[in-house]
């Protein structure tokens, strides 16, 4: 298994969308079932920090995905570095990172308000008026889904 979690993860940076979209999907379902992403946590979080927004969203998408197996608290630590993703440059990696805090939230329930802060106050004006009121949609929504 750790020979193809590598496969994939070097994938996820590849110039070939689908095939790194594929990759992702991949790591996903295995992310359900194992902690094998785990040990990998250092490079998803080095990841949101792409100039790459798709990287940036892969990276995002997967460390939501392994919330559940931080034993060690990296995400608690990078935390800050991944809010900022709820008002990312692009507004389809904002829309990804908001609607994935649920998650993150439940995975880690002492994070979830700081989480909620970071939502409440987010300002969106940045946005073209097409992409700002989904934005603030999947942010009201992502706020319901965590206060629950």
Same mark, same amino acid.
């Given at each position: 298994?750790?020979? =193809?979690?590598?496969?994939?993860?070097?994938?996820?940076?590849?110039?070939?969308?689908?095939?790194?979209?594929?990759?992702?999907?991949?790591?996903?379902?295995?992310?359900?079932?194992?902690?094998?992403? +785990? &040990?990998?946590?250092?490079?998803?979080?080095?990841?949101?920090?792409?100039?790459?927004? +798709?990287?940036?969203?892969?990276?995002?998408?997967?460390?939501?995905?392994?919330?559940?197996?931080?034993?060690?608290?990296?995400?608690?630590?990078?935390?800050?570095? +991944? /809010?900022?993703?709820?008002?990312?440059?692009? &507004?389809?990696?904002? =829309?990804?990172?908001?609607?994935?805090? &649920?998650?993150?939230?439940?995975?880690?329930?002492?994070?979830? &308000?700081?989480?909620?802060?970071?939502? *409440?106050?987010?300002?969106?004006? *940045? +946005?073209?008026?097409?992409? =700002?009121?989904?934005?603030?949609?999947?942010?009201?929504?992502?706020? /319901?889904?965590?206060?629950?």
């Amino acid at each position: 298994m750790s020979d =193809r979690v590598k496969e994939l993860l070097g994938l996820l940076t590849s110039q070939d969308n689908s095939q790194a979209y594929r990759a992702l999907k991949a790591l996903e379902g295995i992310s359900a079932e194992s902690n094998c992403l +785990y &040990p990998h946590m250092d490079e998803l979080i080095a990841m949101t920090g792409s100039s790459n927004s +798709y990287v940036r969203t892969r990276g995002l998408v997967l460390i939501a995905h392994n919330a559940k197996w931080d034993a060690d608290d990296k995400i608690d630590s990078a935390i800050d570095e +991944y /809010l900022e993703h709820v008002t990312d440059e692009k &507004p389809i990696c904002a =829309r990804q990172c908001i609607k994935l805090l &649920p998650l993150l939230a439940e995975a880690k329930p002492a994070l979830a &308000p700081k989480i909620v802060s970071v939502l *409440r106050d987010a300002n969106v004006a *940045r +946005y073209p008026d097409s992409m =700002r009121s989904l934005v603030q949609k999947d942010i009201r929504d992502s706020l /319901l889904a965590i206060e629950r």
